[in-house]
Nanobody, 126 residues
Framework: QVQLVESGGGLVQAGGSLRLSCVVS????????MAWFRQAPGQERDFVAA????????LYTDSVRGRFTISRDFAKNTVYLQMNSLKPEDTAVYYC???????????????????WGQGTQVTVSL
């Protein structure tokens, strides 16, 4: 049974940084396409960033490109989301997602991911 556990969320002032972690158990990060999504109150779950299992190619939504970085640590079986220059509009619950089959279509589509974490709250104040 694959499980994803996120951590690292919290309250931060605008301009600050946070690093989210997603620890994977029951499977290896090497074998999954991994992604981060976020959901603000009353909003749909939106794509943030993804990393391909093979080669580690990354993809970002436009609003976070240049501020956020997705990475992985095979030894720790963990995927990270480094978030810098945070803005109030980044406030949301952040979810980690994993897909064991190679995603041939869009990495940014939530329906392509089979496994999800429980989420971690990120709140950015003015």
């Amino acid at each position: 049974q694959v499980q994803l556990v996120e951590s690292g969320g919290g309250l931060v002032q605008a301009g600050g940084s946070l690093r989210l972690s997603c620890v994977v158990s029951g499977g290896s990060v090497r074998n999954y396409d991994m992604a981060w999504f976020r959901q603000a109150p009353g909003q749909e779950r939106d794509f943030v960033a993804a990393i391909r299992r093979n080669g580690g190619a990354t993809l970002y939504t436009d609003s976070v490109r240049g501020r956020f970085t997705i990475s992985r640590d095979f030894a720790k079986n963990t995927v990270y989301l480094q978030m810098n220059s945070l803005k109030p509009e980044d406030t949301a619950v952040y979810y980690c997602a994993a897909e064991p089959r190679t995603i041939l279509s869009s990495l940014g589509n939530a329906v392509n991911y089979d496994y999800w974490g429980q989420g971690t709250q990120v709140t950015v104040s003015l």
